[in-house]
T-cell receptor, first 117, second 113 residues
Framework: AQKVTQAQTEISVVEKEDVTLDCVYE???????LFWYKQPPSGELVFLIR??????QNEISGRYSWNFQKSTSSFNFTITASQVVDSAVYFC??????????????FGIGTKLQVIP | NAGVMQNPRHLVRRRGQEARLRCSPMKGHSHVYWYRQLPEEGLKFMVYLQKENIIDESGMPKERFSAEFPKEGPSILRIQQVVRGDSAAYFCASSPPLTETQYFGPGTRLTVL
């Protein structure tokens, strides 16, 4: 069975600090996908990134960067120069590529990030 | 291109009543997924549907819960005889065939009094 662990339940940082959100996953499949979603206080889920298991290249998008390491089964998320608008709950998720395009996504419990002005 | 739509956004029911949650997938998406988020928890998979078919309902409670995705109209998640433990946010996601990314709606927050 697949499992996603986000060990940090809550993190507080002061604005402009860098912060890394940890994500460790377990799966028996060799083909899978990893995701990060953001859930701001308004409650909706915002898709941030998708990574497939064959692509270990790190990715940077503005102030966001992701570090995928298969050797440690980790997919960590770093926000550089954090801003108050980054305050949200961040979910890491894992899906296994099923047949016919079907997938069942497993979410971590989320990390609540509070950025203090 | 409108995103995934869910209504109502907030729903209040008394114990024993029925709750009907609607989800309209993004245009061109034929796959719908329902998830439940209990307070202070992550999302848990409930059911996966394609048009007129339930493909996987392994995450859905065996009693009182049902889901459908008819040929025409939105997908419906129906909870009969609601109890306080059903209070949660229910998210719908959709995807086109043969793709790995699910796009989520804004959720329906169900409160059972």
């Amino acid at each position: 069975a697949q499992k996603v662990t986000q060990a940090q339940t809550e993190i507080s940082v002061v604005e402009k600090e860098d912060v890394t959100l940890d994500c460790v996953y377990e799966t028996r499949d060799t083909t899978y996908y990893l995701f990060w979603y953001k859930q701001p206080p308004s409650g909706e889920l915002v898709f941030l990134i998708r990574r497939n298991s064959f692509d270990e290249q790190n990715e940077i998008s503005g102030r966001y960067s992701w570090n995928f390491q298969k050797s440690t089964s980790s997919f960590n998320f770093t926000i550089t120069a954090s801003q108050v608008v980054d305050s949200a709950v961040y979910f890491c998720a894992l899906s296994e590529a099923g047949s016919g395009g079907y997938q069942k996504v497993t979410f971590g419990i989320g990390t609540k990030l509070q950025v203090i002005p | 291109n409108a995103g995934v739509m869910q209504n109502p956004r907030h729903l209040v029911r008394r114990r024993g009543q029925e709750a009907r949650l609607r989800c309209s997938p993004m245009k061109g998406h034929s796959h719908v997924y329902w998830y439940r988020q209990l307070p202070e928890e992550g999302l848990k998979f409930m059911v996966y549907l394609q048009k007129e078919n339930i493909i996987d309902e392994s995450g859905m409670p065996k009693e009182r819960f049902s889901a459908e995705f008819p040929k025409e109209g939105p997908s419906i998640l129906r909870i009969q005889q609601v109890v306080r433990g059903d209070s949660a946010a229910y998210f719908c996601a959709s995807s086109p065939p043969l793709t790995e990314t699910q796009y989520f709606g804004p959720g329906t927050r169900l409160t059972v009094l």
